[in-house]
C-alpha cells in the first residue's frame, strides 16, 4: 500500500505564499486519485483539493478557488499544493491522501483510503 509523506509547511505571512509537497512511496502515483484535506484546531478535517489520476480533472473547495492549485508529477512519484494569498483562516494542519480510483474524473471528496502524517502551515496576520 502507498505510504505519503508531506513536507513544505511553515509559517508566513497573510497574503504570502507556500508550497507543499507529497511524496508516495510503496506505490505507484499514477495509480491514485490525490487529495489535499487540512484541519484546524478545534474543526473537523476538511476537503481542499484534489486531481484525478490522469491530472485531467481537478475540484477545489469554494474557501481555496481561484488561491490553491493542486498538481502531480507521476514520475516524481510526487504531488504539489501551491498556495497563494495564504489567509489566516488557511492555517491548519495539511494532509495528502490518496485513493485507487477517479482515472478521469476527481473521486467523491471524502473517499480516500490513504493517508501523510500532516504538515502544519501557519499564517500569520
Known amino acids: 500500500q502507498v505510504q505519503l509523506v508531506e513536507s513544505g509547511g511553515g509559517l508566513v505571512q497573510a497574503g504570502d505564499s507556500l508550497s507543499l509537497s507529497c511524496a508516495a512511496s510503496?506505490?505507484?502515483?499514477?495509480?491514485?486519485?490525490m487529495g489535499w484535506f487540512r484541519q484546524a484546531p478545534g474543526k473537523e478535517r476538511e476537503f481542499v483539493v484534489a486531481v484525478s489520476r490522469s491530472g485531467h480533472s481537478t475540484d477545489s473547495a469554494d474557501s481555496v478557488k481561484g488561491r490553491f492549485t493542486i498538481s502531480r508529477d507521476n514520475a516524481k512519484n510526487t504531488v504539489y499544493l501551491q498556495m497563494n494569498s495564504l489567509k489566516p483562516e488557511d492555517t491548519a494542519v495539511y494532509y495528502c491522501a490518496a485513493v485507487a480510483r477517479g482515472y478521469y474524473s476527481v473521486p467523491p471528496r471524502y473517499e480516500y483510503d490513504y493517508w501523510g502524517q500532516g504538515t502544519q502551515v501557519t499564517v500569520s496576520s
Open positions: 510503496g506505490g505507484t502515483l499514477g495509480n491514485y486519485a
